[in-house]
């Protein structure tokens, strides 16, 4: 029986060079539910889907406010996203506090990025089993990043991680010349239509998603779920046959493939750890 | 023989991206004895299963006093619930000693989840193998937090945890909308209905269980055992043939195929470490 | 060969929830001398078999004094209990120094309890591999607790642990409701009649046993050998056929099957490491 | 079947005398995408591949600048390279502060590789995966280093490295007698034929690639988009079919050898890791 | 084949809760040359087998002088009993200077003790592999104590310990009920005619034994060779042909046959690292 | 398959005696590209083959002056040689300020050897892979040693280390005893016409060697490339056949063996790590 | 295939009470160079056997001073015996610096034995592998200690440690008896013949051996070549052919069969790491 001798520790080195353990942790942001991030010149939208554990229970926070010009959307391991988040936000107070302006958002990803960095090499730790999309707004316009487990960050025009993931993707790839013209409310509505796409014929509504919004004049802040709601009806987004069918069997394949070498005593149809 | 290599360490991911010491911890949970909470607008009502060892043994604590306007329940691993709740004892006394006012439920919480999310990132420590019910009254209304040992948490109206809570969890989710604008008896006595599920046709008395209560214009306290008895009574709850029978095998089987699997020197029917 | 691969770290999880390492730490204690403890309104007794090794050697010391209202009785690995005694000793002193009071016994109990979970959950040491029954009268009156290798602690009414302690427990269980309005006198006899029943047909001496007392205007002692004598003679205790022929069998097959999991270089018929 | 005992901890000698964990770490710089250097008496070019992740994304940062005088060009794990480019800023500040002068380029290499060197003597830790090529200009002139992640530096007058860097090194071999003498417009020339011959057949154009320039009364900066897409065309490099065919093939054949070795749940054809 | 997984950690229990390495430390103690003590109400007389390794060099040390009311006799690894003996010395001289009276040999015993406990709880110690016959003579009299690599202590009327100390016990266990009233004479006299039960028909002479006594008015000394010789002449100990050989075989037979067990580069014959 | 169990960690002794990973740390020492030493009654040289490579690349520097009076050949891994010479450097700059004096060369040697042992005996970090000539002059003369991976070191009259060194030792093996009253001039030619027999047929041109001298009233020089190749020039020491064929396979032989038992991604020609 | 578990870590016991790490650490100081010491009621001579590794090199130092009074013959690892030997001078300057009078020999030897006893209790360290021959002269006569890597040490008449010594004790023990009278001249030469004995048919000259006194107003020094080889003639000690060859097959042969255990790169007829 064949064993991979080099991947389970986060210091060793595969002799093709790579770290499967940060690799691994990439796979938990794949399992984490869908959030996408949108950026036009003036504004930057983040959505996700959080489907409530139970009726009983509210939803998973999965966006949150870092500072009145900073948010951001996980998907992944919740703890090491909060854990992240309230990271992210002490460091906006610190700043703030000594310069008395806000903390460029490229300089707080870089910050982010290099905490993820150094669980990357440290025997005693593991990598952070989250994705990030941070989005904010500061003296240099809008931005939208993609922070990974690995440490490393990307800058995107509109971003898509987490379950099926790929059809979103596939939906802004279309759609992403107009973006950066786009109104607020053309973003909102292209959020929420993309968001659609990774629901696998789902109905789209207001308890299952979660939208914010920051942008020139307008501080980071949330969609109450009427306002949410009010635009999925306006728009006629709802959508009970989803179109994005034949993007999503292959993502989730994927997914399979790599559950089916786990041994676990979850259920297979759901996502292990509530990520 | 299979051998599982990425479940022994809590800082090794397996290549779906999963920790299986954080899931293995949750399975401790589900091998302690039920504990539910139940919230109105006003008040909280935490219940717990709690019988005693022998006859010669009082039971053994399962909700504990926080501060005045919080409590908790826990199910899992006895000793690990002990040092949190003592954790947040202190947090609490600490808070209203800097600020004069009371720490929010939602804060407490929040600490909580990171103290345990740090346990499952570092190599040398464990995660917590407890979960705790949080209820508590701030200025926000009445809160009801269930925290997990991968370090998440979730805001619930109602929840169940521990050994067959599956069917407390079906009674409550038919209730659930009734429980906003319950009064404090019929609360109290949707709890015991609801515990009375998770016992598999044992009869509901007081001295297997615990029932705590917190609320405006009350401070949390655990009812005493007369005024617990006096509501079944009066609530004709006792139930001799309980009528959870289809829900609680299916759980059981889960746990049964799971310690299967495990081979040590406790007996099969009682639950091991007494938690 | 089957490898049971989630017994051998104090900080790993079975797939079912398990810590075995805690579990077999449990095991210890059953492998001590048994040890009893009673408690009625006004006292309570701890009482403890401890044969000499040889007839060239003092007994070993299985009860301690902790402080003038508080002692201990110890099952499992001597040298572990001696150095929590030592502990609860110190914080007694300085609880006193500190308040001028007295440490009450449940306070006592839950501080002994944290120093046993750390144990837990840490990768470079190991759980505690001793019982403790502590016994203690303070403003809240007469108290009896049993602290666990595993942080956990319960209070009782009477409680025996340790070799053969099933037999104490039966005749324990048939008598404790007289515990509680027993006569200093009379909870000394159960103690012995209770200890009587660990021994197997063996003759209960006093160069055996240990029996000491705490109580209201009685601060805690060890009584002397004669007077132990004395109480054997005159209540006719020392049942040289016992009647606890039927219990221990079953209790002692436990440990033999366990045993003979194990290899090691010490003698079947003796207890290792002398605890 | 064969396992190489020698080659998972870093601290670990092979019987020849190999690090192979070190080794190991040299293979992520072969696998990231190209990047060249090359240095005249007066200037000195870095380029690199860079292509976007998607359309939706910027192209992810592989050139760096460190100060005035000095910028860096990395290859293998991105994360890695940000954190050491950030170090070098940072002594390149504070050796300025105190000495109100630049850091000379060879001192600062040193510097550099010395960090390197501690990650392959410390069982906690593993080895950088990134080169770095670190090209400068100092009172000594133009200096063009590779950084290794084995905590060597060697100074070059031209370099390639990264995924099919082999076609760049002959380009550059058969023209590198020329660079001494050549102009700042050669010398970029032949920087985009050289990474030309890395692209395998693909179009070269100024999406894909970076280039940035320091030499005498020329700060260290990245050339923007416009101009480099000018030089392409005025050079008419960008060349469809490329002549580098046969020295590819190669090269490759070496990293699918390596890759085959491996087992990841990343796609064959994709750099793991982004690198 | 057959592989205990349970006993290479000192950190370890066994699934029938036995610490393996803390029970092999104990066999280096049955490995070392044979040590006695015994005591009567005014003097203790410790005797130690120390034969050269070869007529080049002298006796190594087996018995130590800690105080002048204390002394001690080693059995096992002379290294850690150095370690341990200077460690009482150094107790003994700062208890003499705080406290301006001599440190109680009982005290002394639980200090020793509780060292070596911590060597059974920590992953990157090894227990002491000694044991330690400590006599003394204080306020409360004589006192004769040992002390085991376990943590464990125990009071003794008198004991063997070390290679064939069975014989010697078998002796002194005839005749301990005259130790108590036994004059300075007898007691050593007992204390050679035991230790010659240890030699396996091997002559008893100064040459082989060491001999130390404390007492009332007697400051711990050790005796000199001369004063040896004399008393065995004068009891006519020396005994050629032992009458303990029907004792020794069988306590041999387990040392052979724990022995087999190791593979080692040293002689049969010779006990190894000359313990 | 056999499986040496005692050649991975540096502080596991074998059953023979012998610490594997130091003797492994030293076969890199004979990786090493190679560098003598030769030592008159005032002047030493030191002499390195360093092939650049490739043409683009200057060659990778073997020796460094460490102060005035003192310089150092490597051969091994270049990284650690590195970070040695500057221990050595700093070593010499605090002698000097602290004593107004040159710090004497057999000191600085010990300060290094014992630098060197500590690797051997930590269980977190390696032994150095590199072998050291220190050549210096100081008041009792000139000095040459070899500092070797084990903290071993050596006075040499000449040494040679590294690839194929054991043709150059065979050369002044023959010719040592003129060494002591060589003219400085002499002295260099010597180490030419050593360093030739380590090529193996290569032609020796000053582009492939370094060569340096320290000698009274002559600070530590490296010489330049025209200076060394008049010499060579001069000398007739080219050699395009080398008579040192016959030695050379042997060595050879050795090194190809024990790479064979090695598996890695480098290939066979090229001594991996550019040590 | 057997495989002993418990001789890899040094803080693991065998199941018969044995540390095989100590036990192999004894080895390497069988492999060693011979090394003896012999003692007179006035002097001490250390002698050992140190050829050169090569003509070119000289010979490596096995002899070291420590202080005026006393010195130290080591066998094993040279670069612990270096250490050590710096360890033990800086203690006598200490000393003497604090007290104003000279270090005693014992009490040297037992900080030198308590420094090895650490080693062999930590699971981060090794055993030194070295035995150190210690000989001084203090206010109580002359003193020869044989220092052992167990953290034993044992005072002898006359000792020989290394290859080959079994023919040197013999020799010493034919002659022991007249050594405490011996002149000064005597000793040394019983110190060459023994030396002799170890050399297996080579000759014995002043070039393969040093010798070093201590005694009486004779400050501890080594004598000169000049000196040693002039008594080799005067007491025709040369020995072409040795008489010892019947002693030396027999150590050989086991030195060879544990070597033979082993595998290596280096050759079998050269000591490893030059020890």
């Not at 229970?57 to 951001?72: A, C, E, L």
């Not at 610190?94 to 806000?102: A, D, G, R, T």
């Not at 910050?111 to 005693?124: G, H």
């Not at 990030?132 to 993609?146: N, T």
């Amino acid at each position: 029986m064949f064993r991979n001798q080099y991947d389970t520790d986060v210091t060793t080195w595969s002799p093709a060079g790579r770290l499967f353990q940060v690799e691994y942790a990439m796979e938990a942001v794949k399992q984490g539910s869908a959030a996408i991030g949108l950026r036009s010149k003036t504004h930057v939208v983040l959505a996700s889907v959080n489907k409530a554990n139970s009726e009983l229970s509210s939803h998973q926070k999965k966006i949150f406010k870092v500072d009145d010009h900073i948010g951001v959307a996980i998907a992944g391991l919740t703890a090491d996203g909060r854990v992240l988040s309230r990271y992210m936000r002490s460091e906006c107070i610190n700043y703030s506090y000594s310069y008395e302006s806000k903390l460029p958002v490229g300089r707080l990803v870089v910050q982010l990025a290099d905490k993820a960095q150094v669980c990357t090499q440290r025997s005693w730790k593991r990598p952070y089993g989250v994705g990030l999309l941070v989005g904010g707004l500061d003296e240099s316009g809008a931005h939208l990043y993609y922070n990974c487990p690995s440490g490393n960050y990307f800058e995107y025009q509109a971003f898509a991680m987490g379950s099926r993931s790929q059809a979103a993707k596939t939906y802004m790839e279309r759609k992403f010349e107009t973006f950066t013209e786009s109104s607020r409310e053309n973003l909102i509505k292209d959020a929420l239509f993309a968001l659609r796409e990774t629901l696998q014929g789902e109905k789209l509504t207001s308890s299952i998603c979660t939208v914010a919004v920051v942008g020139v004049d307008e501080s980071f802040h949330i969609l109450d779920k009427e306002t949410v709601q009010a635009l999925i009806n306006e728009f006629e987004i709802a959508g009970e046959e989803a179109p994005a069918n034949e993007a999503a069997p292959q993502d989730q394949g994927g997914d399979a493939q790599a559950g089916a070498a786990d041994q676990g005593p979850t259920d297979q149809g759901v996502a292990p750890m509530d990520i």
